[in-house]
């Protein structure tokens, strides 16, 4: 954290840092909850992995790619 800086100083800093920065992607956010073990993410993968599937970053066979979908799916009320 920086103090005293101007909001131009502060806006150049912020945009050093983030400019060129990629985007995390969802199935990137995903493996690593499931390794932190989120039960949430958990529990996604071991419903996708009963129905011999894995989750996948892209297409490939017996993959589901639709992290953010299955996410929604496991967060609407039943």
């Known amino acids: 954290m920086y ?16 400019r060129d920065r990629r985007a995390v992607k969802p199935y990137e956010n995903f493996a690593v ?8 993410a958990v529990t996604i993968n071991a419903d996708v992995e009963s129905c011999g599937l894995h989750v ?3 297409t490939s066979k017996n993959g589901i790619s639709a992290i953010q979908a299955a996410w929604c799916c496991a967060r609407s009320p039943s």
């Open 33 to 40: 909850a499931v390794t932190a073990q989120e039960v949430e």
């Open 56 to 58: 996948s970053s892209g």
């Open 3 to 18: 103090e005293g800086l101007t909001k131009k100083q502060e806006a150049k800093l912020s945009l050093a840092a983030n």
